[in-house]
Every structure is written in C-alpha cells, then in structure tokens.
C-alpha cells in the first residue's frame, strides 16, 4: 500500500448523502463515499467526478464506473446495506413468516427496478434468511471492527 504524501485527511461529519453531495459540488470538500443513487444527477452533469464504486460488479445504473479492483484498490468492498431485524426471542413462526414476505416482497418486478434505481444491491435468494443475514453481519463485523478499533473511532 502506499502512503499518501502532502495529503491531509479530515473526517466532516455530515448529517446524510444529499449535504454532503452539497458540499462536494460546492467545493468545501474534495472527496467523498457516496451513495450511488444520490451523486449519480451530480455526475451525469459533470459536477462530479465519480472515480470508482465499492461494490464487487459495477452498477446496472451506471455501467460506465468501474469497480475499486478495476480502479487500482483491489479488495476495497464497502455497500450499504438493509436488514429487517425482530427482538430477541420472536417465535419462529412469525420470523419464518416475516421473511418469507420479504423474500416475495424483493421478487417482485417493482420493487427489483425500484432497489435498483436507487443502486441498492439485491441479495441472491439463497441469502435471503436470518441465518444468512447472522452470517454476512458477522462477517460485516469482523471486516470492519479491526479498523474501528485501530482507528480509535469513538461515539459521539
């Protein structure tokens, strides 16, 4: 890896994509990790330049931005995700209910062109489950808490 020289990086705490998409365009900040589906207006306009995404393929929106492997950052894989959580303890017959309407939620056409649109990955079938969410958010977890904690990120 190599270190970045006469280059000061200052973490700006912004309250959501479309302020700090604001500020980019403004110039009062250089670079930013973007929601696709926020900046996409922004970059099309040529107000931005968008360098890569940090997904694994490049996006059905925007075919034309490569991937961080295709951009020279091999392995750098950052998406935003969702999840649908119930407490602790939810019998299983309604968790097994819940996601099963999900699962036929996230099938429809509609819905698939919406989550899309808005450069949202879509989880494969077979990843469609509370063991398979325990799974990814475990790994999701291990990726990310060593860099938490070596950073000394703190809450506010």
């Known amino acids: 890896m190599q270190k970045a ?35 996409l207006g922004q970059m099309r306009a040529g107000q931005i330049k968008v360098y890569a995404v940090t997904s694994k393929q490049r996006l059905a929106i925007a075919p034309n931005i490569p991937t961080t492997d295709e951009a020279g950052l091999p392995g750098y894989y950052f998406s935003f995700w969702h999840a649908f959580w119930a407490p602790k303890g939810t019998p299983k017959a309604i968790v097994d209910k819940l996601n099963n309407a999900l699962v036929q939620t996230l099938s429809e056409p509609a819905t698939r062109t919406k989550l899309v ?40």
């Open 5 to 39: 020289v006469g280059v000061n990086l200052v973490m700006v705490p912004y309250r959501g994509a479309g302020e700090t998409t604001q500020a980019l365009v403004g110039e009062q900040i250089d670079i930013t990790l973007n929601t696709p589906a926020i900046s």
């Open 117 to 156: 649109d808005l450069a949202q990955e879509i989880f494969p079938r077979e990843e469609q489950s509370p063991k398979a969410l325990r799974i990814y958010q475990q790994s999701e977890i291990d990726k990310w808490w060593p860099i938490i904690k070596a950073a000394n990120v703190k809450p506010e």
